[in-house]
């Protein structure tokens, strides 16, 4: 069974931090490259931050040196530590991994950043 759980969200100040954590069953973590994303109302999704099953990472550029993905294997979760918050980073987000022909998300988390 697939399944990808977000927890974490919530309602900050611009400059305040958040931690999201997506706990996965072991179907879709084992081995695999696990990604948050967000999506922005009336905008598209849009890759926030990966990790490959050895640790490497990649970043959106608009999230660079703010926001930190990292993987803990025996506990099959995927947390993304966002520091220094900005407006424009209001969104919901979602955990998202790739298993056979499709990408499966979990049911999102709401980040509110005020001004």
């Known amino acids: 069974q697939v399944q990808l759980v977000e927890s974490g969200g919530g309602l900050v100040q611009a400059g305040g931090s958040l931690r999201l954590s997506c706990a996965a069953s072991?179907?879709?973590?084992?081995?695999?490259?696990m990604g948050w994303y967000r999506q922005a109302p009336g905008k598209q999704r849009e890759l926030v931050a990966r990790i490959t099953s050895g640790g490497a990472t990649n970043y959106a550029d608009s999230v660079k040196g703010r926001f930190t993905i990292s993987r803990d294997n025996a506990k099959r979760t995927v947390d993304l530590q966002m520091n220094s918050l900005k407006p424009e980073d209001t969104a919901v987000y979602y955990c998202g991994a790739p298993y056979g022909s499709r990408t499966y998300w979990g049911q999102g988390t709401q980040v509110t950043v005020s001004s």
């Open positions: 072991k179907t879709i973590f084992t081995g695999n490259t």
